[in-house]
């Protein structure tokens, strides 16, 4: 007998969920209890077109990564609405632990623990399965060359084709050296601009591989694992991202320019699991197990803002399109906060500890 189930509804590609790729997949977490149940695309609706990606992702996919785009701002043009459709389910043969992403034909790409990753179709019914070597908790990426990328727990990142499942490559991680553990691919895939994929690894390294071939261009190398997925600044030439260092010095927030140069690092108390969120200026939006949300400078790490939650933050921020960031903390609150100094623009009580990071739609 095959356990657990999971549960994707129509919803879930304009709602992809996850901090740092760990959360379960549970579309229906991100959106009010009360409308959860029987919330659906409007088909019929006017949708906005999507903005440009700035890098080269699907450009029919409402979600081709985490986060969705590179500036990870977790906001969808879909729009959504009660259009009565009937949730799905589809069973893996153990639990879900990676986000999903979204092709333009509602088709829904997301790996297992029981070491497959699966393509399904909008109906929820199985396109094809890819079997690796380890639990798959790495959310995928889809791209313009219709291939889908991801990492598994078995030291390797793969390149398929997104039309049948067929393999075009695989690239292996360096193996742990002493104090690092393991080399599994815990952490989710960006881009770049010119197409070169990013990718952390459990062996302390983000691996800047080539996605046509499966070649390692660079790689940073940090102080601890990297589950938090790096925000691309296309515009500007940089890249942030966090770590889940804590020994002093070392850094846990990092600033670098495209080529894999450090540009600035800052340590705080707590491990950074969350992905930050690029601000309309550059700067970024970033959230700690020390409970602290930081705003940092683009040029030189600086804090610009601080907001402190009663418990540590997980998830990723959003954008909304009012101009505010939408952060959920282990508190069990919602937390709107204003762009320019971290203040509180309302908030609400889920009621229980919340990892999974926000989605917004384009109402």
Not at 213 to 238: C, I, Y
Request: glycine share 12%.
């Amino acid at each position: 007998m095959r356990s657990p189930i999971v549960t994707l509804m129509a919803l879930t590609f304009a709602a992809c969920s996850g901090g740092s790729g760990k959360g379960l997949a549970d579309a229906s977490a991100d959106v009010a209890p009360d409308a959860a149940a029987d919330a659906a695309v409007d088909t019929d609706a006017d949708v906005p077109q999507a903005p440009p990606f700035a890098v080269p992702l699907d450009p029919a996919s409402p979600w081709p990564k985490f986060r969705r785009d590179a500036a990870q701002t977790g906001a969808s043009p879909i729009v959504l609405s009660d259009g009565g459709r009937e949730p799905w389910v589809f069973q893996t043969g153990k639990g879900i632990f990676s986000s999903p992403v979204i092709d333009g034909q509602g088709d829904v790409y997301i790996g297992s623990a029981d070491r497959t990753f699966y393509a399904l179709d909008a109906a929820g019914e199985e396109r094809w399965t890819f079997e690796t070597g380890e639990i798959i908790d790495s959310a995928a990426l889809l791209d313009d060359e219709g291939r889908v990328y991801f990492g598994s727990g078995d030291g390797f990142a793969y390149a398929l084709e997104a039309s049948t499942g067929a393999e075009v490559w695989r690239f292996e991680a360096d193996a742990p050296e002493p104090g690092e553990f393991l080399n599994w691919f815990e952490g989710n895939v960006a881009m770049l601009p010119d197409g070169t994929l990013l990718i952390p690894n459990d062996n302390f390294e983000v691996y800047a591989v080539d996605r046509d071939t499966g070649t390692k261009s660079f790689f940073l190398q940090m102080a601890d694992q990297t589950w938090s997925l790096p925000a691309v600044d296309a515009e500007r030439g940089r890249l942030f991202l966090g770590n889940n260092n804590t020994l002093p010095g070392k850094g846990n927030t990092f600033g670098y320019d495209l080529a894999g140069k450090r540009l600035w690092k800052v340590q705080t108390l707590g491990t950074i699991a969350a992905s930050p969120l690029l601000l309309p200026d550059g700067g970024i939006l970033l959230g700690g197990f020390d409970g602290i949300a930081r705003a940092h400078e683009p040029a030189d790490g600086a804090v610009r803002w601080t907001f402190e939650a009663r418990d540590h933050i997980y998830a990723s921020a959003a954008l909304h399109p009012e101009g505010f960031a939408v952060l959920p903390a282990a508190d069990g609150t919602v937390y709107a906060l204003n762009l320019a100094d971290g203040t509180v623009r309302w908030a609400y009580d889920w009621g229980a500890p919340i990892r999974s990071s926000p989605a917004i739609d384009g109402e």
